[in-house]
């Protein structure tokens, strides 16, 4: 076991933990953050998402170790109450059916939005798609990176 | 008459969140029996009640599995009781068995609904206002339901429904309530958002591994690697060496690892070694291929019969023949199995995904020796469903573990776990042969289906023979009337397990029968929409959904150059579906750029739901016609995870256009029509692209390089 200060949505966790644990297990089991979820656990759909330093990555293949001191943003700490313009994209565009991935895709396009204001379908194509949504609500998040895109203009 | 009642004055109605006081009114599931008993109606699970807040509570027992279903039930229930939908909350009760299976599947929960609950809400409405006319004095003909009050029409007095609760609590319900005219709707067949979104969108929804609480067990189970094994030998040293782990229990066919936390429970599992005791003749993809078309050359169960499709073939002008070989494919659903299950004191609770509550009652059961009635299920939000949690089997597990332990456990299923234990849509191959007539015009046609019954595997009996209706839906219930027709099913057994995916065994039929019409198109040289309506009566709605797709598409003339068309319809689940697509081929990829779809599902009580069940339904179309497929060696599933089992990724969606066409028919189903017509229409426009014929899938790794 091995001791971890991990700084979590503007909190610091303490936590005791086998040091190869994915930090997605850290974060749904240790510190009871369930909207990052288990889809694959070998980075391929996504649903595990997470902002590290504000920048995407899969948690299940990552250790506590792997972020140091960087902040973990997870869908819980992205807004107090739904208010993140891509929330409220989400919101507005009814993108999610089971909702099941819908946290990993909403903290993806925060990353994308950060890097790339404008993004066009290609660039929404490339940064998207390493992700699945078994329900096929791809439409709609297509049209809710626009709109949230729109929104963040000054 | 639905059985519809009063039942506010009954102070009886434990386990529901229906406030004290509350004008309440139940009625009978029309799958019940109708002359059902006051005590019955409040068993169905549907009851509608106005409280003294003038708050509306819906009470209903089917599965939110990502469909819109709460949102569109209130929805109706708003409507009929003149509110508006944010005065409505949704309360789903834990399931006992007096609420009967709840299947959520088969498009069904607001076919089943929508009539018992338009009766209930109306029947309420009709109470309301007549505590109104009593206290007041008028008639019931001066006055209106309007906005969570009733008034008279002109003076305009009006009383909020919560004043006039406790005196509409003491009348009889009316016998035929008046249902609302569809010409009057506000609320049915507009626009709205789901109630759940903002959950899903907060992160807030709870799903099946969600269920964390202190000091509960995570569970992962070794299960035999083919089907029907037993467990030889175990060996847990190493299982149990792993940090976390706490004990493995050994079952009949499965051995759980069982530990603190989930990923050491995967871990523990995984160190597990188990000797299996495998039975049957287990085999493999390329072996079951040719067992499959070995069968057709069988005669087979023929389910419908007409003209003689022998003479028919015989006297044509043209006769083309083909088959079509579609692979078993996985559900796949996105969240894997979990559900959490506590044995104590001879009863039985589970918490977690379902689309049957009643079925996983039942196994339960029967599996650790309890009556249906002492097992009490509460769902969850289910992360995607498509009929794989239909079946009890994580329920199972759960429950014969907690028995084992005494204590509640969180059974746990790795993305693995999922790919290679669930259930499948079954296989099939395809054997048809049609003619033509010197005009061009079909004459014939003889669909043969080789493939497995989910049923004879599911629900065994050995008295069942004959043909699997099931697996002739979209075979022999075709709008289509050539001269001569015959459809035929050889049932075949499974080598692996079979489940109810998305459309069952219609989205298979439908791609065969449409790509194998355009075959026929092709070599009479006709237009393939022309082609079909020769043999589509004048009142089919198959018909009209067809013209409409290929004319809101502008077919048959791609949107630019360098793009092919290709169309399909078909009918299922009492809805008619059509779509047009567009697509490129360059180098042997494949671009889907436009689908237009068209639905007759006869009214869409929420368009916005509808519309999202069709843009799923296209994507999951895609996503089977490029790259799903499950193939087995030795009876043991190989692939394992998404980079082997790769779904539809976000930039090969293509732009869905939907249109809803409204009919005074019966309601149909949204869930399943559209996903059938995808893949055939893609296929015929891959035709068009490059010429190329393909006729078993997946097509990803078959498309021609040179296309
Ligand atoms: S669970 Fe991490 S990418 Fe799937
Ligand atoms: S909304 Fe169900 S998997 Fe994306």
Redesign the interface.
Known sequence: ?ATYDLKVNGRVHTVDV?PD??LL?VL??EI?L??V??????A??G?CTVLIGGIAERSCNLTSADVGNAEIT???GL?V??EHPV?QA??EG??????????GF?LQTVSLLESNPEPTDAD???E???????????????GAIHVAAERRKP | MSATVNLSRRRFLRNTSLAAGALVVGTALPWRNVTASEADILESGVLVAVGTDGRVTLQFTWNELGQGAMTSLALVVAEELCVTTDRVDVAVPIWESKYGDNVTGGSSSMRMSWQPLREAAAAAREMLVGAYCSRMSYVPSDCKAENGAVMHKKLGKSIPYGELVAQASDLPVPESPVLKDRADYTLVGHETPRRDTRDKVLGRAVFGFDLARPGLLRAAFARCPSLDGKVGSVDDAAALAIPGVTRVVTLETSVAVLANDTWSAFRGRDALRVEWEESGDRTDSAAYWSLMAGKADDKGFVTRNEGDVDTGLASASKVLEAEYRLPFIAHAVMEPSSCTVHVHDGTCDVEGPTQAPGWVARAVAEAIGLDTADVHMKSTYAGSAFGRRLLPDYAIEGALVSKEIGAPVQVVWSREDEMRHEFYRPASLHRLQAGLDADGRLTTWSHKTVTPSITAQRFPDPNRTGADRGAMSGIDDVDYRPAHFRATHVPVDAPINLGWLRSVYDAQNALVNECFMDELAAAAGRDPVEFRLDVLPDDSRLRRVLTEAAARSGWPHPSQPGRSLGIACHACFGSYGAQMAEVSVTKGRLRVHRIVSVLDCALAVNPNAVRAQMEGGVAMGLSVLLRERITFDRGRVLEGNFDDYDPLRLSEMPEVECHLLETDADMGGVGEPVFPPTAPAVLNAVFAATGQRIRELPIEERLRGDG
Do not use: L, N
């Not at chain 1, 979820?37 to 070998?42: A, W």
């Not at chain 1, 009814?94 to 946290?103: I, L, N, S």
């Not at chain 1, 998207?128 to 297509?142: K, L, P, W």
């Open positions: 076991m086998q644990k994915p297990w749904r089991e009871g369930h909207g979820k288990y889809g694959c656990g070998i391929e759909c649903a997870t869908i819980e807004s109450d739904g929330q989400w919101i009814d993108v999610p059916q089971c909702g099941f991935c819908q946290p909403i929404i194509d490339r998207m798609s390493d992700m699945i949504c078994r329900c096929g609500t791809y439409q709609r998040i297509r």
